[in-house]
């Protein structure tokens, strides 16, 4: 069945460094959808990508499409306690289906 | 708007007992349906439904059930209880299916099963 690889597994970052998760499929994919997912929390969505090679912005945060619709990422620039959790890709094939997340920790 | 509420929030079972997660949510939502959450392994889907009446299977849908009599209720039954599916559930309902909406995600069922 489709899958949608996620990397890196876990990142620990210095409080105003900059982190990236990439998240690959070996097919396209219709659209994608990203989540975070507070400790002890439940998964909230941030944003959705559609169109190839589309890049959006929320405040510090960059996501991207890539142009063969098969891949993406998520981008923090300068990050912050508040930024720590799991991020989830997900994508879509009539069904979402979801990275295996990339949990993120901030050393302050 | 309450969203998407679960109960219980906690569970602990033993080995071949039963039980019924219940979900429920205010929003009208055709789409509704039940992950597990176990680490390193994101989020499976176990069953869904895209309205009253109508359900599948999702990835992970062995010792599970599911049925779909309201759009508000989507409950989810285990039949008899094993130490694999000791895992976090999470019940998610949007306005339509397919993954073409976003998701929103009740705040999770932890079951242990011994």
């Known amino acids: 069945g489709q899958q949608v690889m996620q990397i890196p597994q876990y990142q620990h970052v210095q409080e105003g460094e900059d982190f990236t998760t990439y998240c690959n499929s070996s097919t396209t994919l219709s659209n994608i959808q990203w989540y975070k997912q507070r400790p002890g929390g439940h998964p909230v969505f941030l944003i959705q990508l559609v169109k190839s090679g589309e890049v959006k912005k929320q405040k510090r945060l960059t996501f991207q499409f890539g142009e063969a619709k098969k891949n993406s990422s998520l981008h923090i620039t300068a990050t912050q306690t508040t930024d720590v959790g799991t991020y989830f890709c997900a994508g879509q094939w009539g069904k979402l289906v979801f990275g295996a997340g990339t949990i993120l920790r901030v050393k302050s | 708007n309450a969203g998407v509420t679960q109960t219980p929030k906690f569970q602990v079972l033993k080995t071949g007992q039963s039980m019924t997660l219940q979900c429920a949510q205010d929003m009208n939502h055709e789409y509704m349906s039940w992950y597990r959450q176990d680490p390193g392994m994101g989020l499976r889907l176990i069953h869904y439904s895209v309205g009253a009446g109508i359900t599948d299977q999702g990835e992970v849908p062995n010792g599970y059930n599911v049925s779909r009599s309201t759009t508000e209720d989507f409950p989810l039954r285990l039949l008899s209880a094993a130490p694999s599916q000791t895992s976090v559930y999470f019940c998610?309902?949007?306005?339509?299916?397919?993954?073409?909406?976003?998701?929103?995600f009740g705040p999770g069922t932890r079951l242990t099963v011994t």
């Open positions: 998610a309902s949007s306005p339509g299916g397919g993954g073409t909406y976003e998701q929103y």
